[in-house]
C-alpha cells in the first residue's frame, strides 16, 4: 500500500513538472522584434496583438503604452525586418471557426471507423456484438479516458462493460481490446515510418528511432503467432512451468490471440487501410493547427501525429495532459523552426504553437467524449441496478 502511495505521488510529482517545463517554454505575451539589416535586435517589444496576429498589417499596443500602433511585418523600406510573435492566448482568439469545424467533423469520422475496427474484431472471435453496441461502448471508453492515465486509459472501462455484454466468454471479449490496441499502434508506426522517409535527411535520429520502433513491435506481433517461433522458443514448455493459476491465465489468454489466426487477412487489410483511416486523424489536426495558424505541414505532421499519440498514451497524467502537450510542443517546435527563418527564437515561437494545437485538439476530443457519457446515462437507466464502474475506481489503472 505503501508503495503504491508512492508511485501515485511521484507520477503526480512528474505532472506538475511537466506542465511547469510546459509553462516556461511557451510565450504568453505578444511581442514584436525588429531587426537590422545584419539581423541585429534594433527593438523589442512585448505587449498585446488588437486583431489578427497573421494579417500583413498588425495593430499592436506595447505594454506601458496607452495608444496601439500598426506594424507591417516583413521587409521595411530601409531593408529592415519587422516579425510579430503572438502568444498562447492571442493564437486561441484568432481560431478560425469553419476550419475547427472541418478537424471535428475528421475526428468524429475517425473515432467511428476505429470502433468499426473494433467491432470486426468482436465479430471474428464470435462475440456476436451489435455494430452500435460496440459504437456505445467505443464513446464510453473514450469518455472515460478523459480520467483515466493515459491517452488509452478509457480502455479499461470498455473493459467493464464488454465483459458485462458478453459474460459468456470474458477472456475472448478483453483480448479484443487488447488486440485493437496492437493494431492501433501497428497503424500508427506504418503511417509514422512512411511519413519519417521524407524526414530521413533532415531528423535522420528521429526516422530511424521510428522505423526501430516499427520493425520491433512486428516482430513481437510476428512471435505471438508464429507456431514455428513459439516452437523455437518453447513457449507452451515455458507457460506449463508457470504456477497453475497464472499458467490457466495465460493459457486462456494465448488462446484467445491464437483465435486471431484465422482472420489474418481482415486484420491485415485494417493495417494495410491505416494510411487513409490515420488521414482522417492527422488531418483533423492539420486543420485545427491551419485555423490557429500554426505553419505546420501536413507532411511533417505525418510523422508528428504518430510519435506524439503513442508518446500521449504512456500511463501517467489523466487522458495523457502534459505529457502530450510537451511532445507536441517539442516536436512542432523542432519541425517548425525552419519555416521560420531569420526569426529569433524560432523553436520556441513554433512550440508555443505546438503546445495550442495539443491543447486545443484535446478540448475537442472532450467535447465528442460527452456523447460517451450520454450514453452512460442511457446505459444506466436501462440497467439501473448495474453501475459498471462502480467496482473499478478510476485511480485503480
Given amino acids: 500500500m505503501k508503495n503504491k502511495r508512492l508511485f501515485a505521488f511521484a507520477k503526480i510529482l512528474l505532472v506538475i513538472f511537466l506542465f511547469s517545463v510546459i509553462f516556461y517554454n511557451i510565450n504568453w505575451v505578444d511581442s514584436y522584434t525588429h531587426l537590422g539589416n545584419d539581423e541585429a535586435i534594433l527593438e523589442n517589444a512585448r505587449g498585446q496583438i488588437l486583431g489578427p496576429w497573421d494579417n500583413e498589417l498588425v495593430r499592436f499596443q506595447a505594454q506601458g503604452s496607452t495608444t496601439p500602433i500598426d506594424l507591417q511585418k516583413g521587409r521595411q523600406l530601409g ?3 519587422i516579425t510579430v510573435s503572438p502568444g498562447f492566448l492571442t493564437y486561441l482568439r484568432n481560431l478560425d471557426l469553419v476550419l475547427f469545424a472541418a478537424g471535428a467533423t475528421l475526428f468524429f469520422v475517425f473515432v467511428v471507423i476505429i470502433n ?5 474484431l468482436m465479430r471474428a472471435n464470435g462475440l456476436g456484438v451489435r455494430f452500435l453496441e460496440a459504437q456505445k461502448f467505443g464513446w464510453i471508453g473514450l469518455f472515460f479516458s478523459n480520467i483515466l492515465p493515459g491517452a488509452t486509459g478509457g480502455d479499461v472501462i470498455k473493459a467493464v462493460y464488454i465483459v458485462r455484454r458478453c459474460s459468456g466468454d470474458k477472456m475472448r471479449a478483453v483480448v479484443s481490446i487488447v488486440v485493437d490496441r496492437i493494431i492501433g499502434v501497428l497503424s500508427l508506426l506504418v503511417v509514422g515510418s512512411l511519413a519519417s522517409l521524407l524526414a530521413m535527411d533532415r531528423f ?8 526501430l520502433t516499427g520493425l520491433g513491435t512486428f516482430g513481437f506481433c510476428f512471435l505471438l503467432i508464429s507456431p514455428t517461433l513459439r516452437r523455437l522458443l518453447r513457449f507452451d514448455a515455458l507457460v506449463a512451468r508457470l504456477p497453475g493459476k497464472i499458467s490457466n491465465v495465460v493459457t486462456e489468454l494465448d488462446g484467445a490471440v491464437l483465435h486471431y489466426r484465422d482472420h ?13 483511416i490515420y488521414t482522417l486523424f492527422i488531418g483533423s489536426y492539420y486543420c485545427m493547427s491551419q485555423a490557429l495558424g500554426v505553419g505546420i505541414s501536413l507532411t511533417d505532421l505525418f510523422f508528428i501525429v504518430p510519435v506524439a499519440t503513442v508518446i500521449q498514451g504512456i500511463p501517467i497524467a489523466p487522458a ?6 510537451a511532445a507536441y510542443g517539442a516536436l ?9 527563418p531569420g526569426i529569433p527564437d524560432a523553436e520556441q515561437v513554433m512550440r508555443t504553437r505546438g503546445v495550442a494545437l495539443s491543447v486545443l485538439h484535446r478540448v475537442h476530443v472532450v467535447a465528442w467524449s460527452l456523447l460517451g457519457g450520454l450514453a452512460v446515462l442511457v446505459d444506466r437507466n436501462v440497467h439501473p441496478k448495474d453501475d459498471s ?9
Fill in 389 to 397: 464502474t462502480k467496482d473499478h475506481p478510476t485511480d485503480s489503472a
Fill in 79 to 81: 531593408g529592415t525586418t
Fill in 320 to 325: 495523457g495532459w502534459g505529457i502530450g502537450e
Fill in 332 to 340: 512542432i517546435g523542432k519541425f517548425g523552426a525552419a519555416t521560420l
Fill in 264 to 276: 489474418l487477412l481482415g486484420i491485415g487489410g485494417w493495417i494495410l487501410a491505416s494510411p487513409a
Fill in 204 to 211: 535522420p535520429v528521429f526516422a530511424t528511432s521510428m522505423w
Fill in 116 to 120: 468499426s475496427r473494433w467491432w470486426f
